[in-house]
């Protein structure tokens, strides 16, 4: 298997080689594409970070194009030939090597089917406001979230999250305050520079509490749990490390539904990403 999947490789490089020469200059690049086919006419052309929808259409009759403003730090030159401009040749993606002065294929690369995007973890500290102060003191918590990409972009992530809590309580009657609570949400992402991202989230979930409490303030305290609804916000700010890790931090608020009543805190969480 490895050996054929390295002739395949081999062949296309010999094949694209044979089609395309390129010549660079400082100000702009300036390729000349040749068909691997007589029976070729006609070829189409793009330029980008990654191959979008918007194509240049040129008759090989005039082969010689100018790429205006290409930045070859991230610039890639994307390829299509045809024989009746209808149904077109897969894309062949090339990169420049300034230093050597030369043009390098891009080799395929395996069909990514997953959409996971990334996985975070993260501490969180959390203060009551209004009447959630009653109860609470403050909470810290813990808690781990998993990205999944919803776009080509990955600028529309779907994320789902679980996490625990726990602090002291303000009330008599319970000793201390635990939850353990789950969530599912959507963020969308915007750069800002090529290592900062901000991206504004929103999530839906249960929250189950967990509580050594003495509800019937008959004087004996008893494990107790229950379950509420919670929303929670947040404004992700991350700075890229690396390819592979990005630190962020973000303010959060969280609202839980109980009986007819709501509880608010809000505070700040802050954590790493692994990106795959």
């Not at 990654?50 to 290409?70: G, M, R, T």
């Not at 813990?142 to 999250?161: R, S």
């Not at 929303?231 to 973000?250: C, E, H, K």
């Amino acid at each position: 298997m490895v050996s054929r999947v390295r002739t395949i490789t081999c062949t296309v490089l010999l094949f694209l080689l044979s089609c395309l020469s390129v010549y660079a200059s400082n100000s702009a690049v300036r390729v000349e594409i040749i068909p691997s086919e007589s029976e070729y006419a006609f070829f189409r052309y793009q330029t980008g970070e990654a191959e979008k929808y918007v194509w240049v259409d040129v008759e090989l009759s005039s082969p010689v194009q100018i790429l205006e403003h290409f930045d070859s730090t991230q610039d890639r030159l994307f390829i299509q030939q045809s024989k009746d401009t209808q149904n077109w040749s897969r894309s062949y993606a090339y990169r420049y090597i300034p230093e050597e002065r030369i043009w390098e294929i891009i080799p395929d690369n395996p069909i990514d089917t997953s959409i996971l995007d990334s996985i975070e973890l993260k501490l969180y500290n959390l203060y009551p406001i209004h009447t959630s102060a009653t109860y609470y003191a403050y909470v810290l918590g813990t808690g781990m979230k998993m990205n999944f990409a919803l776009d080509k972009q990955k600028t529309l992530i779907g994320y789902g999250e679980v996490a625990y809590s726990r602090g002291p309580s303000n009330c008599d009657w319970v000793d201390l305050m635990q939850a353990a609570n789950m969530s599912v949400g959507l963020g969308y992402r915007y750069k800002l520079t090529d290592k900062l991202q901000v991206a504004p989230e929103f999530g839906y979930g249960l929250v189950l509490h967990l509580l050594n409490a003495d509800f019937d303030q008959d004087g004996t305290k008893s494990f107790e749990t229950f379950i509420d609804q919670q929303v929670r916000l947040s404004v992700n700010l991350t700075y890229a490390l690396s390819d592979t890790y990005s630190l962020l931090i973000a303010p959060l608020g969280v609202l839980f539904f109980e009986k007819g009543n709501f509880g608010t805190l809000m505070g700040l969480q802050a954590g790493f990403r692994y990106n795959f």
